[in-house]
């Protein structure tokens, strides 16, 4: 019987043939534990389960990217008894504040790759995905017992194909394509399964995270591109990994991404998606680029690019948080940073930064922000009277220039993103 | 008798505990004060042990904070009912050994006074009596362990396997 990605991930991790449907113990190649579940994981590992120690030190990734650095005496203190729990236990994959979000990093660092089982401490792990692993988010209690066992339970979830044909026009982004998908198949569409995404050999490895990060936007467990184009071409893909023809999909979902135009995501769920032409005039208060779904090197120079030798509007606060400090390192290096402060930006430490509105900019009762994140919940980014649109890096640009929510396309002469138009034909799909 | 707190649909964890008030900033001890802090402010003062939610679908949707649904413990919640529930929130909260069950209750008024019986799965409301779905058998097991961690202490493996 063939299988979808998903199916042939948990096969190999539970040694075993499993279908959707099936409940299984699998064997897991990779924990991730970030600072804000830390504190709940370790308590709970040691005091409630009773272990000594962790399973394996060398599987387990520990990131300080939520509040990076701490806000408060109190997160200082508590991120410095995770340091010393990493020390004990011998974790060597350790990223301090500053190195970045943790998705965004273990894809960097190489300890994502395809095939893989991997569990955070954080919904947004379905981001593993972009590399063709299958990512998945627990709470502090799922995440101790596979700290605890290198274990997890998991239903084999039911796999939504996303089918994509065409290419993306300029200003167009994979951003607008995850919005595009929100809003087709609303925030619960994926509950209990996974979304493979057909058709983006072409896409960066970049804006295939953009894709897998939104996927839990839609319920996904996982979600999952397979493993082939440009982009995944120096990483080893086990031989057992490809696409199938005749696995079984509940849904295909057909983007027309020749067709596709900027999307916004209006407060205050993720799914409240409208072209952003039908967006109307929506004064901002705030552009906010980064996160791990847009704030990689290309999405700091793809604003770069439309806000060279222009200013953000007065009145607007422009603030950047690279996803990574490669991603920062990238861009100080190719001049994209001077580029954004010559426009009026600032610049925040590489991490989470206000996306869960904990510091570093939280926006305050009646603000109005042009989020490239991921969440538009209402509080998500500090007060609840604060309004949240999503929208593109390039849309953050056009809109800091405009001072109210705009199409890049109009503002400037945009070009594609480089990684969509100079990519070589494609290895195989 | 349980009092009824109806919600709406796609209810997030950023509403049920909005990441401000995160143990991780606040403290693990105040965490049963903040559950609908800012979406409805009177529950955590109002809502006795033994309380049900009643939502609409995809319950939990967003962040994989267990805090959301271990803030709902702290203040004895005795069941959550929607149509449907967010995955990360539904595997957190059997965890926990909260009650979940699938089922559309959103006809009940806000503040119905209601008997559940939970190992039944009926809930009875005036002169009515209300089947809910069954869980599985497993899902039955974690939560009369009262929930994961007593549950594998005790079989010293995950649910599931036995079904096998
Ligand atoms: S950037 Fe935002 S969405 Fe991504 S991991 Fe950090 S807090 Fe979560």
Same mark, same amino acid.
């Given at each position: ?26 064997? /897991? ?14 308590? /709970? ?135 595009? /998908? ?35 936007? @839609? ?23 490809? @696409? ?178 100079? @990519? ?6 | ?14 509403? %049920? ?15 049963? !004060? ?18 049900? %939610? ?18 709902? !413990? ?13 995955? %990360? ?76």
């Amino acid at each position: 019987m063939p299988q979808t990605l998903s199916e042939q991930i948990l096969s190999n991790a539970a040694g075993r043939h499993v279908r959707a449907g099936d409940i299984v113990t699998a064997r /897991i190649d990779l924990a991730m534990v970030h600072d804000s579940i830390a504190p709940s994981v370790i308590r /709970i590992l040691h005091e409630e389960l009773g272990a000594e120690h962790v399973w394996n030190a060398g599987r387990i990734a520990v990131a300080i990217d939520h509040v990076a650095p701490a806000a408060t005496t109190q997160t200082a203190e508590s991120q410095n008894r995770l340091r010393a729990w990493v020390r004990k236990e011998g974790i060597q994959h350790f990223f301090d504040a500053g190195r970045g979000i943790a998705h965004q990093v273990l894809i960097e660092e190489g300890l994502a790759q395809p095939g893989m089982l991997v569990v955070g401490s954080d919904s947004h792990s379905t981001a593993y995905g972009a590399v063709g692993a299958f990512g998945t988010g627990m709470g502090a209690t799922d995440i101790a017992l596979a700290l605890a066992t290198g274990q997890t339970w998991l239903r084999v979830p039911e796999t939504i194909r996303v089918q994509a044909r065409g290419r993306l026009r300029a200003g167009v982004t994979a951003k607008d394509v995850a919005l595009r /998908i929100a809003r087709d198949l609303r925030a619960d569409g994926a509950t209990y399964q996974t979304i493979e995404y057909h058709g983006f050999d072409r896409f960066s490895l970049g804006e295939r995270t953009t894709l897998t990060t939104m996927a839990i936007e @839609v319920g996904g467990k996982a979600g999952v591109v397979p493993p082939t184009g440009l982009a995944l071409a120096d990483r080893s893909v086990p031989n057992w990994l490809r @696409v199938e023809p005749g696995a079984t999909y509940s849904r295909t979902l057909e983007i027309d991404l020749d067709e596709l135009t900027p999307q916004i995501a209006e407060p205050n769920h993720v799914d409240n998606v409208v072209d952003l032409r039908d967006v109307g005039r929506v004064n901002v208060d705030v552009v906010y680029l980064g996160t791990c779904t847009n704030g990689r090197h290309e999405d700091l120079a793809a604003a770069a690019r439309i806000l060279q030798g222009r200013r953000i509007a007065p009145g607007v606060r422009m603030m950047v948080v690279p996803a990574s400090s490669e991603a920062l390192q990238l861009a100080v290096a190719d001049g994209t940073i001077s580029t954004l402060l010559a426009a009026g930006a600032t610049l925040g430490t590489p991490g989470c930064g206000a996306c869960i509105g904990r510091h570093m900019g939280v926006l305050a009762p009646g603000d109005v922000a042009l989020f490239t994140g991921n969440r538009n919940f209402r509080g998500r980014m500090g007060h609840p009277d604060a309004q949240i649109y999503l929208g593109s890096p390039e849309v953050a640009a056009a809109t800091a220039i405009a001072g109210y929510i705009a199409d890049p396309r109009e503002v400037v002469a945009v070009e594609p993103r480089a990684e969509s138009s100079t @990519v070589i034909p494609l290895m195989s799909s | 008798m349980a009092r009824v707190w109806r919600f709406g649909e796609d209810v997030n964890t950023d509403q %049920i505990v909005p990441g401000r008030f995160a143990p991780y900033v606040t403290s693990e001890a105040e965490l049963r !004060k903040y559950p609908f802090i800012e979406a409805r402010p009177e529950f955590a003062s109002s809502v006795v042990p033994g309380d049900i %939610i009643v939502a609409g679908r995809n319950f939990g949707c967003g962040s994989s904070r267990e805090y959301a649904p271990q803030a709902l !413990k702290l203040v004895g919640i005795g069941a959550i009912i929607a149509p449907s529930f967010a995955r %990360i929130f539904f595997r957190n909260g059997l965890n926990l050994g909260i009650p979940l069950f699938e089922a559309d209750l959103q006809w009940l008024p806000d503040g119905a006074e209601v008997e559940l019986n939970p190992e039944q799965a009926v809930l009875r409301f005036e002169d009515r009596s209300v089947q809910l779905p069954h869980p599985p058998a497993w899902m039955q097991a974690v939560w009369s362990a009262g929930g994961i961690v007593p549950y594998f202490r005790e079989h010293g493996r995950f649910p599931g396997e036995a079904a096998q």
